[in-house]
């Protein structure tokens, strides 16, 4: 028990679960409509796109990378997809391509990023430019709508499977599939070791070159599936859709308590994280919340709850 | 009496998680006096200095400074109340010039707040000489040679109005000539009035050093006494009780099999020249030299870190190419880093992640999912081994002290099971037992089967634990000795050859 109690006090989440569970009793009494089956269904649905993203924004900023691309891998890929097959291609080849695109992607991210010794920020600023373009040039600047096949709308973007909306166990799933990988492999381990130190990794025989290189493939996938399922939802995709995600993604991640110097952050932190960025927007709207006022709001609590979970388990010297 | 205390330190104490790294220790230091403060790894030398220097927060107990009691909270208050400290891991910013590191935190400024850039680099070359040293103040300090960097923190304290200077390990990485220049600074510190807190292993320095020394051992205090009435052996045994003090090691002439051979090896950028020699199974080869002699850059080239721009490695009779440093480990080659703060050491990882950093990919079964029970196995053993002070395998490794995350880092190669295990500097900043501890271990590999090449700036341990001795200097290796035939004139006529 007190093993646990000091492992509680030590682990950075833990302060960022008190303030979620802080903020979620609020909106619970000031609203009558938030702590209600449908609305949390809702919430899930809503961060379940971007929550995609954040489980290996989470992994890459944790190996001292970043990907600022996500939101143009999100369009291009979306596109596509829509594009392939508005041509007449089969939605489950149409949606592999994808993948394998998103795939492509982070690659080109990642050889440019660790095999030209560039720093990641520039190089996904640039891509995400670059990817953005491609989805504007293909799509010809409109948007494209689709209708797909039942069998595939029922297992991507679904309103309700067993009265849950398919996008949000795609969330769930995906998120234990990404807890596991960090926190179970010997991947994962090699991901904080590169993090943690590089040069100590490599002359441990790590192939930290890889293991970054993989992070941006993987963020990469990540984006694509997150996109294919929500041209399923909204049954159509528009080239500039994604705008902004990588913000939303790289907040969630930094509210879950990882941090920004590399070496240190989890899963379970992240899906914290990505709950409470939905909590926080959701409980506003219920509350009637001017949208005007709404990223103002949110942009304070971001920088208050980092702040109150590192105060709260700052180490004491 | 109590006027010509400086600090006194009464009844402190402090806890880390498990450990007591502080238990009740009390003692004081003497205006103007050359103070020793010596024990093993994990004593508490270092949670003294942190706490003194405003570092870390004592749980109990009182700190007087000329009799009053003080709190400094901040390595700023600590400053301000005119204590100095001279880290043990130098903590400078590498980017800068030596000038910059110099005057870092009290920069001479003109009336609009400008620096005066000029003066404060002909202040650095002044200081630099006081020391006998010539700078270039406008080096970048991250491209200055290691012996360089320790001076500069130490120039960075000598620049205050301190009156009180502690410095942790100051030799550790200097030359002998290095080393009397600095005891000649500190001697002409302590004339102006300064009083000095020195930590070092090295006893006989302290012997010749300081006018009082204090032990500690397991976070307690144990004796506080003039050094003039010390012994070494007297010390010693107050660190650890029974250590035999090394002997020379008696070696006969080696006959095993050679385990790797290196032919004409040269790697322009390191300036190694034309590196021939073969390591013996279970032998011992040490590497003597001076700073900047390219040991280092000797070991990390074999171990892939650099490739050789020409040259030949064989490996037990077959001729090899290690391109990094995995396929070194895949050949069986260990490599201990000299750096282990900055090389070494997994800084937000626990006790078993960093000693099975190495052979993660087989702790694990069903692919990659890693196996708990492995782990424990791996983690159980290398503590045990290497007696590691530690409340667990889950402790993170900041908690334990510098002797201890060493023997994590040694673990960490050990767990390799390697042919051939380099050791570069394998017992810096450890004191007395551990040393001991560490040499046995390495001894037991030998008898293993296992071959060791040593990189140590201390010549006396270099001897005790080799049975062979390469000299290095300028890139190239300048001569060979059974360990029982040389002697440290023999060894430093070569090593300071150009």
């Not at chain 2, 196996?371 to 081994?385: F, G, L, T, Y």
């Amino acid at each position: 028990m007190k093993q646990l109690l000091r492992t509680l006090k030590t682990r950075r989440e833990i302060g960022v679960l008190a303030v979620f569970v802080l903020l979620c009793l609020f909106f619970t009494v000031v609203t009558n409509t938030f702590l209600t089956v449908p609305n949390i269904l809702n919430i899930l649905r809503q961060v379940s796109i971007s929550g995609l993203i954040v489980m290996f924004m989470t992994m890459i900023i944790i190996s001292t990378d970043i990907d600022l691309s996500v939101g143009s891998i999100f369009a291009a890929v979306g596109m596509i997809v829509a594009i392939l097959f508005q041509n007449g291609m089969n939605i489950w080849l149409a949606s592999l391509v994808g993948l394998l695109a998103g795939a492509g992607f982070g690659l080109i991210n990642g050889l440019v990023t660790v095999k030209g010794g560039l720093p990641p920020f520039i190089v996904t600023l640039g891509a995400q430019m670059v990817y953005r373009g491609f989805a504007l040039v293909i799509s010809g600047g409109a948007p494209a709508s689709v209708r797909l096949p039942e069998s595939f709308y029922n297992v991507t973007g679904a309103r309700t499977f067993l009265n849950l909306p398919v996008p949000a166990l795609w969330f769930l799933a995906v998120t234990a599939i990404a807890g596991f990988i960090l926190h179970k492999t010997s991947y994962g381990f090699k991901v904080y070791a590169t993090g943690g130190n590089e040069e100590a990794a490599r002359l441990s025989g790590i192939n930290t070159d890889r293991i970054r290189i993989t992070n941006f493939v993987l963020i990469g996938v990540a984006s694509a599936l997150a996109s294919i399922i929500q041209m399923a939802y909204l049954r159509g995709v528009t080239p500039t859709a994604g705008q902004g995600m990588e913000l939303t993604a790289i907040a969630s991640t930094v509210i879950g308590g990882t941090s920004m110097f590399g070496g240190v952050g989890t899963i379970g932190g992240a899906f914290i994280g990505t709950l409470f960025m939905g909590v926080v927007r959701n409980g506003l709207v219920l509350m009637g919340t001017s949208a005007y006022l709404i990223d103002l709001i949110i942009g304070i609590v971001l920088v208050g709850a980092v702040f109150l979970s590192t105060v709260s388990t700052r180490e004491k010297r | 009496m109590a006027d010509n205390i400086l600090i006194s330190y009464q009844s402190i104490s402090k806890r880390f998680g498990g450990v007591q790294a502080l238990d009740d220790v009390s003692f004081s230091i003497r205006k103007g006096d050359i103070h020793g403060l010596i024990g093993e790894n994990g004593a508490g030398k270092s949670t003294l200095i942190k706490i003194t220097g405003g570092i870390y927060r004592k749980d109990q107990g009182q700190v007087l400074w000329e009799g009053r009691p003080i709190e400094v909270n901040s390595p700023v208050e600590a400053e301000r109340q005119g204590i100095s400290i001279v880290h043990q891991e130098i903590p400078l910013c590498g980017n800068l010039t030596v000038a910059q590191n110099v005057f870092l935190g009290r920069l001479i400024t003109n009336r609009l707040g400008q620096p005066k850039w000029d003066e404060m680099e002909e202040r650095t070359v002044e200081l630099f000489r006081q020391i006998g040293q010539d700078i270039d103040p406008r080096a970048r300090v991250g491209e200055l040679s290691v012996a360089l960097k320790q001076l500069t923190t130490i120039v960075h304290a000598l620049n205050s109005t301190s009156k009180f200077i502690i410095m942790d390990e100051p030799t550790s990485a200097l030359t002998p000539g290095e080393v009397e220049t600095l005891f000649e600074v500190l001697r002409r510190l302590k004339s102006e009035g300064t009083t000095i807190m020195i930590v070092s292993h090295i006893l006989s320095e302290m012997m010749e050093i300081t006018d009082r020394v204090t032990v500690l051992r397991n976070g307690r205090h144990v004796e506080t006494m003039d050094t003039k009435d010390a012994t070494i052996e007297g010390l010693v045994h107050m660190m650890v009780g029974d250590v035999p003090l090394p002997t020379p090691k008696e070696s006969d002439a080696i006959t095993g099999d050679v385990v790797l051979r290196v032919r004409g090896l040269n790697q322009l950028r390191l300036r190694l020249k034309d590196i021939n020699f073969q390591l013996y199974k279970r032998e011992i080869l040490g590497l003597a030299g001076i700073q900047g002699a390219g040991r280092t850059e000797l070991a990390t080239t074999l171990f892939g870190v650099h490739q050789p721009d020409s040259g030949t490695i064989e490996l037990e009779g077959r001729e090899i190419t290690i391109k990094n440093p995995r396929q070194a480990i895949e050949h069986g080659i260990g490599y201990l880093t000299e750096d282990r703060r900055n090389l070494g050491v997994f800084w937000d990882m626990s006790v078993w992640q960093n000693a099975g950093a190495a052979i993660i990919d087989d702790l694990t079964s069903y692919g990659n999912v890693l196996d708990n029970k492995r782990i424990e196995e791996m983690a159980s053993k290398s503590i045990q081994d290497l007696q590691i002070k530690t409340s667990g395998m889950q402790q993170p490794i900041r908690y334990l002290s510098g002797g201890n995350q060493q023997k994590v880092l040694l673990a960490r190669w050990l767990n390799v099971k390697p042919k051939i295990l380099i050791l570069d500097e394998p017992t810096r900043g450890v004191d007395v037992g551990a040393k001991a501890e560490i040499r046995k271990v390495i001894q037991e590999l030998v008898d293993q089967g296992i071959s060791v090449i040593v990189i140590s700036s201390d010549l006396e341990e270099l001897l005790a634990m080799s049975d062979r001795v390469l000299v290095m200097s300028n890139g190239a290796i300048r001569g060979e000795f059974l360990a029982k035939d040389a002697t440290f004139d023999k060894i430093m006529a070569l090593a300071v050859q150009k």
